[in-house]
């Protein structure tokens, strides 16, 4: 009797598993329609990698798994629980639920609970189904001499399980490598043709969340950047570059085409489009073999349309983490992005690392890699996102510690909490951590540039370091990025190391755009920069004579899309912002209409408003800022 009452405990248990391998296969596959239906028919990005198609489907059956483990841990201790009804309702819960998380406009509670009732509904109806369907085969004479409550409780038989599991392990495997030979199809598809051109490399790194105001390299105290100022010397350092918004897309998108901001479709829920060529597809059409290993999958991924030109483009990792956040369900518990309600439970644990976050020095070994692999004597451009300054600045040790010892943060995540107040011993502790993520990064670029050195790389290469914005910490009561336009949001650093030029160490007081990036790529490549627009950066360090040439001045535009969920404290939760900078002065048009006007040489940190006091300044740049917005390049703008 006892072994009896053991194997059908075994049976029932391969059932469970069984099912929850079935289920989450079919909840992966109902995501995969269900992101199609958001990516095509409403045009939504998704913030997931290429590798969903299986992903997606093996996170599901990760997580009906683990239902499948604890239900088989309380049915060793219960035995009432061990039917047939309780396993399907108990295995497809978390299929039921990661499918109505894709429906973001009701609670994640809410979806709980209405996942627990559908998936009871299911388990009744598939008992009654399977009850209706015993008696049947009892009175037809088969199954004679087993009761309905035994076939109930043993589920799946083994024959139906194997070609069960045969059948979901196909679908994943099928999957995996359909993924996988796309992905290397489109990667062979876009190297170049042609003959090598005679060039340097080119190599862009965006150092993402990183103001100039923290850095050493500008004079901050702190010594955040020993290894950036020790290569700079060897090129030429920007005091004064600002980007063209506050935040990373429509930063990126104009550093890589050349466009102003407002020009440009980047925005917070639309992607860049194809309308304007990227300075990768120029050096690819060119001869150049291209490569982008990006951190920043928020806004930085292959669904922002920062990938075009790029040969090879490394967004989201194949990690576990990655095949978690893969799912919905995955991502709400796991906290992929700081918005999920998982991310409310990190304060209890004190762990406030992010699901498939990469750090540099990921970034780096990979592009390392790509360099190793790729069996060419053409130049590159390759292209390096770096996350480590973007909230919730998690540097590693000795770094966590480098300015100050260790203390608690309160709010890693900023999120914006009921009764939160940002104290300045709260600031504090926040900008020390994001310092330190900062002398981080500088460790990795030294790392990297001593690596290129020993390879005999870095002396025929053309090396841009910046940022794509900056970051604040309560200067204008606000945190973090993306929410004004002041100063320490668009300010900062810019750094071009250039192969065999005599302009070592020359420090540019000039106020310069990143919007100028690919056109002094061009021009310091000798190519014509006429799919570029903007005008190239070089006059400004390489002299004619005993002089230096007259660049062209240009105003300074940035832009920033209104968010009007955000705290009404919050500029950007007033409408869209746009500013602009020019002969020393920063104008500010915010959405409900004020107007700030600061002389920023003077008034770096922008304390002083003087719009009242300067109306002939403020209507001149406003007349100005309307010209320069309405304008439209010769190129194609």
Known sequence: MRDAHVNEG???????????????????????????????????????????FWMAPLADVALCLIAAMLLIGIGALWPRVRRWDVAVGVTAFPVVLTV????????????????????????????LLRRTWDAARRRSGVAKGATADAELAAGVGDAARRRLLAGAGTTLGGLFLGTRAWSSWREWRALPSGSAPAAPNVLLVVL????????????????????????????VVFDRAYTTSSWTLPSHASMFTGRWSHELTADWDRALDDRYPTIAEVL????????GFVANTFYGSWEHGLSRGFARYEDYRRSPEQVLASSALGQALGCATRNEYGCRWRDELQWYELLGRKPAAHVLARFLAWLDDRGSERPFFAFLNLFDAHAPYLPPAPFDTLFANRTERENP????????????????AERTAYDG????????????????????????????????HGEEFMEHGVMTHGNTLYGPSLHVPLVFMLPGSTARGRRVPEAVSLRDVPATILDVLGMPSGSMPGRSLRPFWEGEGDGLMDPPREPLLARLTGRSFRPQHYPV????????????????????????LY??????????????????????????????????????G
């Open 10 to 52: 075994a049976a029932w248990a391969r059932s469970v598993l069984t099912l929850a391998v079935v289920f989450g296969v079919l909840g992966g596959l109902a995501e995969l329609v269900l992101m199609g239906v958001k990516r095509f028919a409403l045009d939504r990005t998704l913030r997931v990698s290429r590798d969903v």
């Open 100 to 127: 109505l998380l894709h429906y973001r406009p009701v609670h994640f509670l809410a979806k709980v609970l209405l996942a627990a009732g559908l998936a009871t509904q299911a388990a009744f109806l598939l008992a």
């Open 208 to 235: 993402d969340t990183v103001r100039a105001a923290s850095l050493s390299l500008h004079g901050y105290p702190r010594h955040t950047t020993p290894n950036l100022e020790r290569y700079a010397a060897r090129g």
């Open 284 to 291: 690819r059409d060119a001869g150049w073999h291209t490569g």
């Open 413 to 428: 995540m900023h999120l914006d909490l009921p009764g939160w107040r940002w104290t300045p011993d709260r600031v504090e």
């Open 437 to 468: 993520a900062i002398a981080y990064l500088d460790n990795q670029l030294g790392r990297l540039f001593e690596t290129l050195e020993a390879r005999g790389v870095l002396e025929n290469t053309l090396v841009i370091v910046t940022s794509d």
């Open 573 to 596: 939760a007033h409408g869209d912002m746009e500013s602009i900078l020019s002969d020393g002065w920063h104008y500010i048009r915010r959405g409900d209409g004020k107007i700030e």
């Open 599 to 636: 002389r920023i040489q003077a008034d770096p940190w922008e304390m002083t408003e003087l719009q009242q006091a300067e109306t002939t300044i403020a209507d001149s740049l406003s007349a100005l800022l309307r010209r320069a917005r309405d304008s439209r390049d010769p190129n194609g």
